[in-house]
C-alpha cells in the first residue's frame, strides 16, 4: 500500500489543484482504493465542516496493529487484527 499512500501524500500540498498528485489506483487493497476516491471526488480544500466529538469506539481502541506498527499503518500484509478488532 505503500505507493498508494506515497502517491496521495502531496494532495493539496505540493499544489493547490485538486485534480493533481493523488492516483487512487495504486492502492491494492480495495477498501483502501475505494476510500481514497471517495475522499478525493469531495475536492475538499480545507472547508469549514461541523463535527462533534465523539469517545473512541472500544473496537478502534483495541486495534493492536498501530502501535505494533511504529504508531502507523502496517505496510505489507495486514495483520488479522487490524482487519477485525472484534477478533482480540
Do not use: H, T
Not at 492516483?23 to 476516491?37: A, E, I, M, N
Not at 472500544?58 to 495486514?78: A, I, M, Q
Amino acid at each position: 500500500e505503500y505507493a498508494g499512500f506515497q502517491s496521495c501524500s502531496g494532495w493539496m500540498v505540493d499544489s493547490q489543484n485538486p485534480d493533481a498528485n493523488c492516483d487512487c489506483d495504486l492502492f491494492k487493497d480495495s477498501v483502501l482504493r475505494k476510500g481514497c476516491k471517495k475522499f478525493y471526488s469531495l475536492k475538499w480544500n480545507n472547508i469549514k465542516v461541523d463535527y462533534e466529538e465523539v469517545e473512541c469506539p472500544d473496537e478502534l481502541g483495541r486495534l493492536p496493529c498501530w502501535e505494533e506498527n511504529g504508531n502507523s499503518y502496517p505496510f505489507g500484509e495486514v495483520p488479522a487484527l487490524c482487519d477485525n478488532p472484534k477478533a482480540f
